[in-house]
């Protein structure tokens, strides 16, 4: 009786401990169920419910998807384990047959478009649709949360293999908006023939979920280059969109002494005047030429130079063109090698993950050696060639064979990120004008150069801003927007969050041919061979019994 006082005594002790103490282990190989500090960090800071609407529910799921929704559904439990305030719910939006269409355009006018999948499963083709997003709710603000990490060229597996190993990435993101208020200030340049506000609405748009953002012109430079220097060292970062007219002496030392104060930056330059839309004309023909922005010792001194020559790719985005003339007018998408879809060969937190980026008429970049640590976070395919400047481009290029033996330079660098102390431009020569607390020497900073301003430029239609992320020639994603995005994050990160990028999970999916092959035989080895062994050991069994009773 004692021992079974004992014992129960013990159970109630056990049961009292685990309540109060409480543990999870991730034993998987990739730790993908352990958060990111810079997550958990967040999470601790959301002292109000956070609701979440998750789409990604329904009857006839792609087996590819069910992971996805396993793992989102896992993820948000962890979340919940290191703050109760988050609740969420899984929601089937085509539940309702009657309701169906009309939850469709509303998701859709949300923002939330759905995804049409060919579904392979038992041998049989079918179709499906699904909306992989979700959507947080905080003190009456709201967020959408992409659940899918597409890109060019995916399967249905490699896609949701990209999707879960986005996913903290997209929740953390999405809470952060939701519940830390804007801290950096950007400027974005102008008076140097950048690009103007209609071109870059869309990513100017995105970037305001964010930061701050302001125009900031250097045209007061010659009258009070004091004041123009303390007006700009109010922003954290600079955006130099696609400049066509040369920056003078006083303006680049105004934008050097920004640098040495610690200031970030994002360039887009081309080094070569060519624009898509002048080979529309009769001739279909242009002259692409060398364009001096009087920047070659500006960035020359920071470690890296911009040739002025062009970079054909054979790894590109096609150009859509008319043939034919009235009635009979047809659009044709025709192979174009001066719009490279750039990729990455790096982990690195801007460029993981990331679907590829499209370039129009870029120019390749060389780096220096210095003290200033160089990352080429962007390059063109093996199958590029370059040509020098002056150049005729001609529409009729589109119409011509390509010979892959011509493109055979290899990898061109197309973005390239800076980090380091910076030594400045006017190191030890005359400046334009003398400012109070000159710094020869900057504090450790950060910048990016991509050899391209289309990267940042969206299409007009109608007058309205065309998604950046979205290329009409080729009629897929691309991954400019988000490319930007992760760049700006990145040069003013400063909880980490950017980092949560470079995770890697390593997703086990089955041979869905393999499956439909073989279906007939594992059935046949899962219900036939435990009833043979059982059959098999009862013979065996009677017949030792027999034999031994018959003795």
């Known amino acids: 009786m004692k021992h079974i006082i004992l014992f129960v005594l013990a159970i109630v002790v056990v049961n009292y401990l685990s309540s109060k103490v409480y543990k999870r282990f991730d034993l998987t190989k990739d730790s993908r169920y352990t958060l990111n500090q810079a997550t958990v960090k967040l999470l601790g800071g959301i002292e109000s ?224 005047a060519m624009e898509k839309d002048s080979l529309m004309n009769d001739a279909g023909a242009n002259f692409a030429v060398a364009r001096d922005l009087n920047l070659t010792d500006f960035f020359f001194k920071y470690g890296v130079r911009i040739n002025p020559v062009l970079v054909g790719d054979l790894y590109s985005a096609p150009i859509m063109l008319a043939t034919g003339s009235g009635n009979d007018t047809r659009f044709m998408r025709l192979q174009w090698p001066y719009s490279p879809l750039a990729s990455s060969q790096v982990n690195h937190p801007v460029t993981n993950n990331l679907n590829l980026v499209k370039f129009d008429f870029a120019n390749p970049i060389d780096t220096l050696k210095n003290t200033i640590t160089k990352t080429i976070l962007l390059q063109s395919s093996e199958l590029t060639k370059l040509e020098g400047t002056p150049l005729e481009i001609q529409l009729e290029k589109a119409t011509e064979k390509q010979d892959p033996a011509g493109y055979d330079k290899g990898r061109q660098p197309l973005a390239v990120l800076l980090e380091g102390a910076f030594t400045s431009v006017y190191h030890n020569r005359v400046k334009p004008f003398q400012v109070m607390g000159e710094k020869t020497q900057s504090m450790p900073t950060k910048m990016i150069v991509i050899a391209d301003g289309d990267v940042i430029k969206n299409d007009i239609d109608r007058n309205r801003p065309l998604p950046l992320d979205f290329d009409r020639s080729s009629n897929q994603t691309i991954g400019n927007k988000e490319f930007l995005l992760n760049a700006v994050n990145y040069l003013l990160d400063d909880d980490g969050l950017i980092n949560i990028r470079t995770r890697e999970i390593a997703m086990a999916f089955l041979n869905p041919q393999k499956i439909a092959r073989e279906k007939v035989k594992w059935q046949c080895i899962n219900i036939g061979l435990p009833l043979l062994l059982l059959v098999l050991f009862g013979l065996v069994f009677h017949y030792f019994r027999k034999k031994k009773y018959a003795a």
């Open 49 to 272: 419910p956070v609701e979440i609407d998750i789409f990604l529910q329904g009857h006839d799921f792609p087996s590819e998807f069910r992971r996805l929704q396993n793992e989102t559904r896992q993820l948000l439990e962890e979340f919940q384990a290191k703050n109760n305030q988050l609740v969420f719910k899984f929601i089937d939006p085509l539940e309702n047959d009657q309701s169906k269409a009309q939850n469709i355009e509303a998701l859709t006018r949300r923002g939330l478009t759905p995804m049409q999948l060919s579904v392979q499963e038992s041998g049989k083709a079918s179709q499906a649709i699904i909306f992989p997003w979700a959507l947080a709710s905080y003190k009456g603000a709201t967020v959408s949360i992409p659940l899918l990490k597409n890109k060019i060229g995916s399967t249905q597996q490699e896609l949701v293999s990209n999707s879960v190993q986005h996913l903290e990435y997209a929740f953390a993101d999405g809470f952060s908006k939701l519940t830390q208020p804007k801290r950096h200030k950007i400027a974005i340049l102008k008076g140097n023939g950048q690009l103007k506000d209609p071109y870059i609405a869309d990513f100017a748009q995105k970037l305001g979920d964010y930061y701050f953002l302001a125009k900031f012109t250097l045209d007061s430079v010659q009258s009070d280059p004091q004041k123009t220097l303390k007006d700009l060292e109010a922003f954290d970062l600079i955006i130099n969109a696609k400049p066509t007219e040369a920056f003078t002496e006083a303006e680049k030392f105004v934008l050097d002494q920004f640098i040495m104060n610690g200031g970030k930056s994002l360039w887009l330059i081309d080094a070569v």
